[in-house]
């Protein structure tokens, strides 16, 4: 009989415990208007020790927003914002520090312009991979994309 309270007792609590849990609040994601489409990636020998991503973002929001940095922890030592430029009839690479994308508007990264510089690759990418990028934004935080390695 004692026993069976202790059981008794024991699952009261369990499903008080188990209410209380139950009504904790989720966190709810964050709405973004930023939205990533096409991200893809050239084929570079992780010997070669760098390589570039490329896309388009578009805002969709009534306020603009900026890309102010990327990660790829499994697939490169260092990601860095590149634009490409002509100086003098040579193109030379800068890196940026942040790239706007307007409300309303399109951001174009592109082989020979804006892009995503892949520095100290830590693997091949190969045609048909797949590697995660973090992209880091002024407002709308951090986005998890999907780049794809394929040819051009």
Not at 93 to 105: I, S, T
Not at 114 to 140: S, T, V
Request: glycine share 12%.
């Amino acid at each position: 009989m004692r026993n069976g309270l202790l059981v008794l007792a024991v699952l009261g609590l369990l499903v008080v415990l188990g209410a209380c849990r139950a009504a904790a609040p989720t966190p709810t994601p964050k709405p973004t208007t930023i939205v990533i489409e096409g991200a893809w990636a050239r084929p570079s020998p992780a010997m070669a020790g760098a390589g570039a991503a490329y896309m388009v973002i578009r805002n969709t929001g009534t306020a603009p927003d900026a890309l102010i940095g990327a990660e790829a922890p499994e697939t490169a030592g260092k990601v860095e914002l590149h634009e490409t430029m002509m100086e003098g009839g040579i193109a030379r690479m800068h890196a940026a520090h942040r790239f706007e994308v307007p409300a309303g508007g399109t951001l174009e990264l592109k082989p020979g312009g804006k892009h995503i510089m892949l520095l100290n690759l830590k693997k091949e990418l190969k045609p048909g991979d797949q590697f995660h990028l973090d992209l880091k934004f002024e407002k709308a935080g951090t986005l998890h994309v999907a780049v794809e390695v394929r040819a051009q």
